[in-house]
């Protein structure tokens, strides 16, 4: 078994040091999904949702999340990101929401993706939630990492 790298040796909860470990150029991808009916779908696509405009929301609480994904997760270090970008594609039944993360640092940024996604997503149905309140969030995985120890890794298709 590997050692968990999160605990100390007394199995109590712990930040890990990465004050030893290089920089480098680091990047994450995240991507996630959300189901919606034709109408709530046509609406966003048209701009025409009653909250405003559902994309530019999303994208700018993805992007603070992201910013504050130490405050949320427990472990994680406060980060200086570099960069935070997100995406959509409309889907035919739905929106997917892409996050891509970067710094040069000590430490990987899959959880700011992740958490981009996650808030984008959420965002997204309480921006149209008067138009579908069945919504379904899902799908929020990452999709590719670059940099750090473990080197680059890219999810299977």
Known sequence: MNELTHLDEHGQARMVDVGGKAESRRVATASGRIDMSAQALGAIRAGD???????AAARIAGIMAAKKTAELI?????????????DFAF??????TIATVSLSGRTGVEM??????????L??????KALDKAMVIGEITV??????????WVRPA
């Open 74 to 86: 427990p472990l994680c270090h406060p980060l200086a990101l570099d960069a935070v970008t997100l």
């Open 112 to 121: 700011e993706a992740l958490t981009a996604v996650s808030v984008a997503l």
């Open 123 to 128: 965002t997204i149905y309480d921006m149209a």
């Open 143 to 152: 999709i590719e990492k670059r940099g750090g120890k473990s080197g680059d």
């Open 91 to 96: 889907e035919e039944t739905g929106l997917r």
């Open 49 to 55: 949702a009653p909250k405003g405009d559902v994309l």
